[in-house]
């Protein structure tokens, strides 16, 4: 894995922290494939790749933080 990925899957990892800590989400870690992130979000796991993953945690979050 190279060190824009890592970077990315650490984003990620940490916009799911906050998101469960909020409760927005029920459950989040690492996909089945490297390229993948899942997020239980509704009671429902989705396998999102990281890119996809990271832009729904962060429309999620703004939802309750507007900017």
């Known amino acids: ?3 824009t990925k ?4 650490d984003e990620v990892r940490q916009l799911a ?4 800590h ?9 996909g089945p494939d490297s ?3 899942q997020i239980v979000y ?3 796991p989705r396998h ?8 729904f945690l962060v429309n999620l979050l703004y939802k ?3 900017q």
């Open 1 to 3: 894995m190279n060190s």
């Open 6 to 9: 890592a970077a990315l899957r």
């Open 17 to 20: 922290e906050e998101a469960f």
């Open 22 to 30: 909020c409760k927005l989400i029920s459950g989040y870690g690492d």
């Open 35 to 37: 390229n993948e992130f």
């Open 42 to 44: 509704q009671g429902k």
């Open 48 to 55: 999102l790749p990281l890119e996809q993953a990271r832009l």
């Open 64 to 66: 309750i933080r507007p």
